[in-house]
């Protein structure tokens, strides 16, 4: 429920920055489910970058995602949501 919880914190601060509607392509369509639309890119890229903790490919896909606008609220919510899908760390692996 957590990671959950993240993810749409990542989604939400992204939607309150930008301007235009978030362009996506319809899972439910096969025709178009196969096409990943710019927007849909520059989220991936940033909480890719996120997580491997690329900071500055991160920003620049937070800006071109916010269209120029604030980016401090998303990189926040992409920093904590990939805090939130850490693999745990195991006794074998410390």
Request: aromatic share 4%; proline share 0%; no cysteine.
């Given at each position: 429920a957590e990671k959950m919880r993240r993810a749409l914190a990542v989604v939400h601060e992204m939607r309150t920055s930008r301007r235009a509607v978030f362009q996506l392509s319809n899972p439910r369509c096969q025709k178009c489910s196969s096409i990943v639309t710019?927007?849909?890119?520059?989220?991936?890229?940033?909480?890719?970058?996120?997580?491997?903790?690329?900071?500055?490919?991160?920003a620049s896909s937070a800006m071109l995602l916010c269209e120029g606008n604030a980016i401090e609220g998303v990189m926040a919510a992409a920093r904590a949501f990939a805090k939130a899908v850490e693999p745990k760390k195991t006794a074998v692996d410390a």
């Open positions: 710019q927007d849909e890119r520059y989220l991936l890229q940033l909480v890719q970058s996120t997580r491997q903790g690329r900071t500055s490919t991160a």
